[in-house]
Structures are given as structure tokens and as C-alpha cells.
């Protein structure tokens, strides 16, 4: 599995005005609405259930917020880059930038599972995080991602 499996170019965002990990989450849900064709509440409605089961950010800025939902057949993915970090229950109580949400199928079983770690193995790389945050271009930020994932495979 590679990251350009489940990241579309349409499915990178960079997000300037962000102020709480609900809005966040409605942006990611209007990404996933547009790029993936989600239904963009229950998407986010999705996420926050999950949410409350513990908070997705994994520390270093970086949050990896997942749901299965309905109206996929494989997992796929958003990014969002956020200009000014936000608070978001991050294990290591830093305010999270870099924001990579999963999305998988009601029965995706362990492809969801594989997918997740795959995205954190790749967002564990502090150069490649640097890269993100130092070009906040949508085209960029896919390219980057997408080629750290190969030259890591």
C-alpha cells in the first residue's frame, strides 16, 4: 500500500482559519465531501465519535483523526496543513498543524488498519513534517507526501 492509494490530489488542503478541532473536523468533512464524495455530516459526525474515544493526535503537531463511514470501498484519505496550530488533546499537549484523517469502509477490516500505520510511519519523519509545514502550497504538500512515501517504501 502506498500513500498515493489512498490520497488523491483533490484531497490536500491548506487551511488557514481554523480556531477549534470541531471546525477543524467541518473542514475536513467538506474535503472529504468534495475529493472522496462523502456525505460531509455524517463524516464528521464520524470523526467525532471516534474522538471521543480518545484524541487522534499523536504528538509533534501531527493528528491522525479516522472513522469508518459509509459510501467508500476502500480507505482514502485528507490532509490538512493548518496555518496556525490548533489545540487538539495531542498526547504530548502540543498544538497540532499537520492533520492526516482516514477514512475506511464499515468492513474494511485490516486495510484500515495498514493504512494507519503506514501514515504514521510516514508523518514520524520530522524532515518530511518540516517540508509540509515550510510549503503550504496543496500541489506541493501531495508531491511531498506522495514521493516521501515511495523513496520510504
Not at 5 to 31: A, Y
Not at 76 to 89: N, S, T, Y
Not at 104 to 119: N, Q, R
Amino acid at each position: 500500500m502506498q500513500l498515493s492509494n489512498i490520497l488523491g490530489h483533490r484531497s490536500v488542503k491548506v487551511v488557514n482559519s481554523v480556531t477549534s478541532k470541531k471546525r477543524l473536523f467541518q473542514e475536513i468533512g467538506e474535503l472529504a465531501n468534495s475529493a472522496l464524495g462523502l456525505d460531509a455530516t455524517a463524516t464528521v459526525d464520524a470523526l467525532l465519535d471516534r474522538e471521543n474515544l480518545g484524541p487522534t493526535g499523536v504528538g509533534h503537531g501531527v493528528a491522525l483523526p479516522h472513522a469508518r463511514v459509509d459510501g467508500l470501498d476502500h480507505v482514502a484519505g485528507v490532509f490538512v496543513l493548518l496555518e496556525k496550530p490548533i489545540d487538539f488533546g495531542a498526547v504530548d499537549r502540543q498544538p497540532v498543524d499537520i492533520v492526516f484523517a482516514l477514512f475506511a469502509p464499515e468492513k474494511a477490516g485490516v486495510d484500515h488498519l495498514k493504512a494507519l500505520a503506514l501514515v504514521a510511519r510516514t508523518l514520524r519523519d520530522s524532515a518530511l513534517c518540516s517540508k509540509l509545514r515550510a510549503n503550504p502550497d496543496s500541489s506541493t504538500i501531495y508531491a511531498i507526501l506522495t514521493a516521501g512515501q515511495s523513496l520510504a517504501a
